[in-house]
T-cell receptor, first 112, second 116 residues
C-alpha cells in the first residue's frame, strides 16, 4: 500500500517560475522525505522533515508538513530547466523507521 | 554525502538465466539495505529489506526463491534474479541506511534489466 500520494501527477512550468507539489499520506509518520529522480536514474535525497517540524528549507527548496492534515508540500523557487525530473515523497512503512513507501510522484517539466 | 553504487547499470539476458545485481555503500557502513523495482512511469515498489548477517524480509507478493538476496557485509548486498523471464524486466534500485540508524536512505543509480 502507498504511504504517499503526490499531486499533481504532472506539472509543466516556465523557467523562473515556482513549482509546488503536494503529498498526502495515510498513517502517522515520524518523518517524511522528498526525493528527485531524473529519467532512468536513481533517486536523489532532497530533504527530510520530521513530524515535529512544520517547515524546512534547503537552498531553493522549501518543504512544509501538516501532520493534522497528513500532508506535505515541496516548493521549488526560481525553477531551472535542470529541475526537470520526477519528485517523490516517501514515508516510513507503518509509521516506523525503516522501509520507505513511495507515492507515484509528480513529473515536473521546466521549460527554458 | 553518502554514495551507493550498483553494478551492472544495465543488463540484457536470455530467458531462463540468472542475473546478479550488486549494491555497495562506498563511504559508509550500511546495516540495512533495501531493494526496489520500478516499472516505467511508475513509483518504486519495495521488494525486500536486507539486514547484514540475517535473512532478508520480503514484501508480500515477492517470491523469495525468485529474488535471492544476500547481505554478507556492511557494504555489500546482492540481488539475484533466478531463472529470469521477460516479466522480470524492470528497473531495480537499491538503497542503504547508515550504521547510525539515520532515517535517510541513500539510493543507488539503478540497474535496468531486460530479459529477452
Amino acid at each position: 500500500s502507498q504511504q504517499g500520494e503526490e499531486d499533481p501527477q504532472a506539472l509543466s512550468i516556465q523557467e523562473g517560475e515556482n513549482a509546488t507539489m503536494n503529498c498526502s499520506y495515510k498513517t502517522s509518520i515520524n518523518n517524511l522525505q522528498w526525493y528527485r529522480q531524473n529519467s532512468g536514474r536513481g533517486l536523489v535525497h532532497l530533504i527530510l522533515i520530521r513530524s515535529n517540524e512544520r517547515e524546512k528549507h534547503s537552498g531553493r527548496l522549501r518543504v512544509t508538513l501538516d501532520t493534522s492534515k497528513k500532508s506535505s508540500s515541496l516548493l521549488i523557487t526560481a525553477s531551472r530547466a535542470a529541475d526537470t525530473a520526477s519528485y517523490f515523497c516517501a514515508g516510513p512503512k507503518g509509521g516506523s523507521q525503516g522501509n520507505l513507501i513511495f507515492g507515484k510522484g509528480t513529473k515536473l517539466s521546466v521549460k527554458p | 554525502g553518502a554514495v551507493v553504487s550498483q553494478h551492472p547499470s544495465w543488463v540484457i539476458c536470455k530467458s531462463g538465466t540468472s542475473v546478479k545485481i550488486e549494491c555497495r555503500s562506498l563511504d559508509f557502513q550500511a546495516t540495512t539495505m533495501f531493494w526496489y523495482r520500478q516499472f516505467p512511469k511508475q513509483s518504486l515498489m519495495l521488494m525486500a529489506t536486507s539486514n547484514e548477517g540475517s535473512k532478508a524480509t520480503y514484501e508480500q507478493g515477492v517470491e523469495k526463491d525468485k529474488f535471492l538476496i544476500n547481505h554478507a557485509s556492511l557494504t555489500l548486498s546482492t540481488l539475484t534474479v533466478t531463472s529470469a523471464h521477460p516479466e522480470d524486466s524492470s528497473f531495480y534500485i537499491c538503497s542503504a541506511r547508515s550504521l547510525g540508524g539515520e532515517e535517510t536512505q541513500y539510493f543507488g543509480p539503478g540497474t535496468r534489466l531486460l530479459v529477452l
